[in-house]
Nanobody, 124 residues
Framework: QVQLVESGGGSVQPGASLRLSCVVS????????YAWFRQAPGKEREGIAC????????FYGDSVRGRFTISRDNAKSTVFLQMDSLKPEDTAVYYC?????????????????WGKGTLVTVSS
């Protein structure tokens, strides 16, 4: 069983940066692919970034491409999401997810394990 714990959320002004962390336990980090999702009140859950365990390839949603960067550190058993140039529309609960599909994806159905989320609020 994979367990995921997110941290690093907070309340910031537009243009600020945050780095989210997802600590993975129960299995080696290399055993899964990972993704970050977010969900704002009244909105569907949105896949924003994913990373492959095999070759470190990444893919980003259109809304965050160029501003967010997903990465991992196997030794620390941690997946990161660096968020720059934050906008009010980035306000949401951010979730880390793990899956074992051969290809990475921003679709929630590809992931079997989820953290409880960390809240990011961007406002002036």
């Amino acid at each position: 069983q994979v367990q995921l714990v997110e941290s690093g959320g907070g309340s910031v002004q537009p243009g600020a940066s945050l780095r989210l962390s997802c600590v993975v336990s129960g299995r080696p980090l290399e055993s899964h692919n990972y993704a970050w999702f977010r969900q704002a009140p009244g909105k569907e859950r949105e896949g924003i970034a994913c990373i492959s365990t095999s070759d470190d390839s990444t893919f980003y949603g259109d809304s965050v491409r160029g501003r967010f960067t997903i990465s991992r550190d196997n030794a620390k058993s941690t997946v990161f999401l660096q968020m720059d140039s934050l906008k009010p529309e980035d306000t949401a609960v951010y979730y880390c997810a793990a899956g074992r599909q051969y290809l990475i994806s921003l679709r929630a159905a590809y992931y079997d394990f989820w953290g409880k989320g960390t809240l990011v609020t961007v406002s002036s």
